[in-house]
């Protein structure tokens, strides 16, 4: 019997959803961005979909919602976070609606495809880093990191940036930063390199007054940077203060006119909402937005499942339409584009996950169970018999795993949280690029058992038929 070697390509659908599995708490988003997997920029698994939006019928639990001798698997207590470009049809005003069961945010940045990526997510809810360049001073970025965090801005389109001013948060002057450093790069900002462009003064002197903008700073520069890395290496009173907090950053031009966007809030949903709304927090509403026909705007939706239904959807309609569209339409494909800079910025996948689903027990002999070796070659192997319970290897022999899924590192919920999925088979493979010739030795970390594999020979390095174990 011979098994053919499979192989997805690379995904190109135009929106990457990240879920994170198995976070607790309640039905609101506050609950998400709180959570280690989402402030570790862990997902559980990455997928693309044609539409912006999740399980959009909002009917019922999403998979797999399984009732097997094993107990009942629900689709419950997690997040999506969900991003895409989307791409006007024409010039004009638009208003977006969104619909969710339960809690539901949507960001977009409402005049580029530009991101922002914070040095780190160690923020509380509400306090991230797109607070930083949203234009209310009342609201701030504060992360616990303190010393040498701030962000990077990636651009479609290079600028030139050749100012900057910086607003004072709302309160706690010790958490004031001081001085700050703006790079730039024109290649990737995952990697640099980074040229310094300069290290200056906020203008946060001590006494400052809350809320208040500082005096513009001119920055020499006449290079146009594809992406600006701001840090802040010194507060305050570093002692005294538990984090860094800035209401407001501007990347300015000599003319103190902003050259960078970063996303905003314009949609939240609180809790269920199952029909199209412009957000039942009306004070995070936005719905008068100029955008240009065939410009790419990003767009990201952050969504905390906690029980029953799940989903959301977005939809537009002309800003002066007070009837919300139809429950049953969506963005249209043509509208949306696959967010290529965002996506290597931030989702940047080189590894293939599957699972099968459905294992009820591994307990032929009685040896062979979920953690033990003997456990997966029974999973892996033709069945002992052709009851109900030997699906799961069939469907792994036959190659038709349960779902696909992707990764940013050669891990499957690398810190051993629970996915709320029991009872499966998972595979995942990529190809291993050694930095330097050498002789290496690979550790696993599993719950509960593994076997890895590896082509060793250097005359087919890429052939899976060449793999070994060694466990
Ligand atoms: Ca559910
Ligand atoms: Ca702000
Ligand atoms: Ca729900
Ligand atoms: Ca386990």
Known sequence: MTRTFRSFGAPVAPVVVEYFTDIAGSASVADLVRTNLYTNDTPTWIVYSNLFGVNVGINGSTLPGLNYALGTVAADNYGVRAYT??????????????????????????????????????????????????GNVNTKYLNFDKVNTGFTVTRQAGAIVQGMRFTTAGDAPERDPITFTLEGTTADPRFGPWTLITTASTGFTNGIPRLTRADFISVANSTSYTAYRLKFPTLQNVTAANSMQIAEVEFLDANTNKVLFAPQLIAENAANVAAYGVGSTPANSITNISLVGGQKYYMEALLKEGGGSDGFSVMWTDTTSNAAPAATIFIPYANLEYPAL?????????????????????????????????????????????????????????????????????????????????????????????????VYKFWARVDDVCSLYMNTNAVNSTDPYGKKTDR
């Open 85 to 134: 470009y989307f791409v006007p049809p024409t010039n004009g005003n638009y208003k977006f609606w969104i619909r969710s069961d339960d809690g539901m945010r949507l960001y977009m940045n409402t005049n580029s495809a530009d991101i922002i990526t914070p040095t780190s997510k160690n923020c509380p809810n509400g306090q991230d880093v797109f607070q930083a360049m949203d």
């Open 342 to 438: 965002a996506a290597s910025v931030q989702s940047p996948v080189k590894v293939i996950t599957e699972m099968y689903l459905g294992y009820l027990t591994f307990a032929t002999p009685a040896s062979a169970n979920f953690n033990t070796l003997a456990g997966i070659a029974e999973a892996t192997n033709f069945p002992v018999n052709d009851y109900v319970g030997s699906v799961a290897n069939y469907k792994y022999i036959a190659g038709n795993p349960d779902n696909i899924s992707y990764q940013k590192y050669f891990g499957f919920e690398p810190s051993t949280y629970n996915t709320r999925y029991d009872g499966y088979l998972g595979k995942a493979y990529s190809y291993f690029v050694p930095p330097t010739n050498g």
